[in-house]
């Protein structure tokens, strides 16, 4: 059910790129910077408050499709629709690696909570796990009917969870590179969020709902009404207490049992 409704205010706008904005992610460390990527094949680092970039990083030749941070919010990771990776050292502003291996657009990337790897997922049908350190790619994951959107590792690093526009949400074990469950909405997966301190993964779909699932028992424990167009977003709250769903004209907290 909803929770008690609370009157939202701006807190900041800004234009952010030279073209359209395409993605937007926050450093879960401080939860005081910004990173976005645009048409403009810029990622600008922003601190929240601060009306100019503070860091504008360039590289890219094709639109930025996805930015992440990493854990300690000293690298930043760009994904373009040319498939081309880069990873930005953010003290000296300046590319530390180039990757290559997708055939078209990456749509999604995720650091893991451990360890110098990440995750992405492309409009080629497959999901990555990324080597920082040998500069390669160190498994590839493939089952998806169409592209992936959305990645996610679990908060314990033992997990990798992909998203796709067939609908499918996919938990793969990093370590043996398996699937080990999989379910289906009704339409596209826009977006992936871990509970913070359980197995516990929602998943906000075009279909127009958020499901939230145990990933432990495989069961599921909530889903959303419809909502008058598709969910474009979800996350937890830090204390895990409710969780948020995104659409193109409204934001709502959600508690569940």
Request: glycine share 8%.
């Amino acid at each position: 059910m909803p929770s008690k409704t609370r009157r939202p205010f701006k807190f900041q706008e800004f234009a952010a790129h030279n073209g359209e904005a395409r993605c937007v992610a926050i450093g879960r460390k401080s939860f005081k910077v910004l990173a976005t990527g645009g048409d403009d094949r810029k990622v600008n680092i922003w601190a929240l408050g601060k009306p100019n970039a503070i860091m504008s990083l360039s590289g890219h030749t094709s639109t930025v499709e996805c930015v992440t941070f990493d854990t300690q919010e000293e690298v930043v990771c760009g994904g373009a629709a040319s498939g081309t990776i880069k990873l930005w050292d953010l003290d000296q502003a300046k590319p530390i690696r180039t990757l290559l291996g997708h055939r078209s657009d990456c749509l999604a990337v995720a650091f893991h909570p451990y360890g110098a790897f990440f995750a992405s997922g492309s409009l080629d049908t497959q999901l990555k796990v990324w080597d920082i350190r040998r500069k390669s790619c160190i498994q590839t994951y493939k089952g998806h009917q169409g592209a992936i959107t959305a990645v996610k590792f679990s908060p314990d690093g033992k997990w990798i969870v992909s998203g796709g526009e067939d609908g499918a949400v996919k938990l793969w074990d990093l370590t043996a590179g398996r699937i080990l469950h999989e379910y289906a909405h009704e339409d596209a997966v826009n977006a992936l969020a871990f509970h913070p301190s359980e197995l516990v993964l929602a998943s906000a779909s075009a279909d127009r709902t958020v499901s939230v699932v145990d990933l432990e028992v495989l069961k599921p424990l909530a889903k959303t009404p419809f909502e008058g167009s598709g969910m474009l977003a979800t996350c937890f709250s830090p204390d895990g207490n409710c969780f948020l769903s995104a659409t193109g004209d409204s934001l709502k907290a959600w508690t569940y049992e």
